[in-house]
């Protein structure tokens, strides 16, 4: 069992930048995949970053260049730099962690079994 949780979260004005962090319980191996997601009101979830399996890092289209998906093993915590924020970046932003290979895993929420509680992001124009 793996917990997971989200801080860092606010209010910010457009162009601005948050730093949000997701502690985990235990020591994420390289057996672990984790990611980043958000989900703005009346929308689906939607993939932010992701760890591949060799190791790279996949991003959405919507914040390439503008977030940084980043991990610290001994400090077990994960993070997700966001800049030059935008009102449409506004969401509730979940990280996840799973552990079974044979899923693709990357930006897709069905394949993480490990969620946190979240954490809001709110950009003003």
């Known amino acids: 069992q793996v917990q997971l949780v989200e801080s860092g979260g606010g209010s910010v004005q457009a162009g601005g930048s948050l730093r949000l962090s997701c502690e985990v319980s235990r020591y994420i191996s390289s057996n672990y995949y984790t990611a980043w997601f958000r989900q703005a009101p009346g929308k689906e979830r939607e993939g932010v970053a992701s760890?591949?399996?060799?190791?790279?890092?996949s991003y959405a289209d919507a914040v390439k260049g503008r977030f940084t998906f980043s991990k610290d093993n001994a400090k077990k915590t994960l993070y997700l730099q966001m800049n030059s924020l935008k009102p449409e970046d506004t969401a509730m932003y979940y990280c996840?962690?799973?552990?079974?290979?044979?899923?693709?895993?990357?930006?897709?929420?069905?394949?993480?079994?490990?969620w946190g509680q979240g954490t809001q992001v709110t950009v003003s124009s």
């Open positions: 760890f591949l399996s060799d190791g790279s890092i």
């Open positions: 996840a962690a799973d552990r079974r290979p044979w899923l693709r895993h990357g930006l897709v929420p069905g394949d993480y079994d490990y």
